[in-house]
């Protein structure tokens, strides 16, 4: 079964960058699209970013050019890179394998403030 534990959050300043990490528990990733999430307080989870298989790349039109997902799949590990980060990216943030039902992990809160 999926497993994935999130991690790297924290507190930031506006403008300023946090790289997330997802490791997925007892599975490989390596033949899976792995997708990031993030909910807002009373707000819908929303869909942040995808990485394929074959390393193709896809984003929300709300992070294009600042965030930067990728994958080491020896370390069965995704990457969520946050640059040029904003106050609307304060979030809790989940990682997802995509096309198949798991349980959500704990995610990793992320607040931009100063």
């Known amino acids: 079964q999926v497993q994935l534990v999130e991690s790297g959050g924290g507190l930031v300043q506006p403008g300023g960058s946090l790289r997330l990490s997802c490791v997925a528990a007892g599975s490989s990733i390596s033949l899976y699209t792995m997708a990031w999430y993030r909910q807002a307080p009373g707000k819908e989870r929303e869909w942040v970013a995808e990485i394929t298989r074959f390393d193709d790349t896809y984003y929300a039109n709300s992070v294009k050019g600042r965030f930067t997902i990728s994958r080491d799949n020896a370390e069965n590990t995704v990457y969520l890179q946050m640059n040029s980060l904003k106050p609307d990216d304060t979030a809790v943030y989940y990682c997802?394998?995509?096309?198949?039902?798991?349980?959500w992990g704990q995610g990793t809160q992320v607040i931009v403030s100063s």
């Open positions: 997802k394998r995509v096309g198949i039902n798991h349980n």
